[in-house]
């Protein structure tokens, strides 16, 4: 099976696709920045195509602060590695400085891609034929 077949769970993060059916959007926009700073607006409660009600239960969305916090532990490995292995002699508080950064630069995105992998690690993709 490739990667980024239509049956896979990475098609359906990385396309902005429901996790059941993978052919309605799972956010009514692909840009991050528009999901993440207005969410009432951008959020879909349900697939336009299967029907699948995104929040499966109450307080559903909180397991994806694990997956963001570990998309953010990884951005920071990344930074802290690049800085220090191009800049050797570069201040601690800059090398800080420069992780923060990066950090609120990717946030929009990885609330956006969190919440993808969040609902796919529970919902099995269904061809569209069995509903």
């Known amino acids: 099976m490739k990667l980024l077949t239509k049956e896979s769970k990475m098609y359906s993060i990385l396309f902005n696709k429901c996790p059941k059916c993978h052919i309605g959007k799972f956010w009514a926009t692909n840009n991050p920045l528009?999901?993440?700073?207005?969410?009432?607006?951008?959020?879909?409660?349900?697939?336009?195509?299967?029907?699948?009600?995104?929040?499966?239960?109450?307080?559903?969305?909180?397991?994806?602060?694990?997956?963001s916090y570990a998309i953010s532990v990884a951005v920071m490995v990344m930074f802290w590695t690049l800085t220090s292995f191009?800049?050797?002699?570069?201040?601690?508080?800059?090398?800080?400085?420069?992780?923060?950064?990066?950090i609120l630069i990717v946030s929009p995105l990885n609330y956006h891609i969190s919440r993808l992998i969040w609902i796919n690690f529970f919902i099995k993709y269904t061809p569209s034929d069995t509903y």
Not at 52 to 60: D, K, R, S, T, V
Not at 86 to 102: G, H, Q, S
């Open 34 to 67: 528009k999901n993440m700073l207005f969410n009432t607006r951008n959020s879909r409660k349900t697939c336009e195509n299967c029907s699948l009600a995104y929040e499966l239960e109450i307080g559903f969305w909180y397991g994806s602060m694990y997956v």
């Open 86 to 102: 191009f800049f050797p002699l570069i201040n601690i508080f800059n090398e800080i400085l420069i992780i923060v950064i990066a």
